[in-house]
Nanobody, 119 residues
Framework: QVQLVESGGGLVQAGGSLRLSCAASGRTFRINTMGWFRQAPGKEREFVAAFTWSGRSTYYADSVKGRFTISGDNAKNTVFLQMNSLKPEDTAVYYC????????????WGQGTQVTVSS
């Protein structure tokens, strides 16, 4: 099992910034990728960004490209999501997730952290 703890959410005005953190513990050797997803009220959960542990590659949803940056600290098993130029439509619960290198599925999820962007 991999346990995930997110932090850094909050309330910010449009145009502002927030930085989310996600720390992994447990069987961290199972980590292939750490990703961020979000779910707004009444909407399905959607992919935001991902960071591959070995190649340190990054991937972004089109809606956040150029505004969000994902990075990772392998030594601390932590991934960060720097969110700049926030918009009201970025308001959602943000979830950290781990893709297991054996199943290649996002099998482990954090509890979520609320991000609210006011207009």
């Amino acid at each position: 099992q991999v346990q995930l703890v997110e932090s850094g959410g909050g309330l910010v005005q449009a145009g502002g910034s927030l930085r989310l953190s996600c720390a992994a513990s447990g069987r961290t050797f199972r980590i292939n990728t750490m990703g961020w997803f979000r779910q707004a009220p009444g909407k399905e959960r959607e992919f935001v960004a991902a960071f591959t542990w070995s190649g340190r590659s990054t991937y972004y949803a089109d809606s956040v490209k150029g505004r969000f940056t994902i990075s990772g600290d392998n030594a601390k098993n932590t991934v960060f999501l720097q969110m700049n130029s926030l918009k009201p439509e970025d308001t959602a619960v943000y979830y950290c997730a781990v893709r297991d290198k054996l199943t290649m599925r996002y099998d482990y999820w954090g509890q979520g952290t609320q991000v609210t962007v006011s207009s």
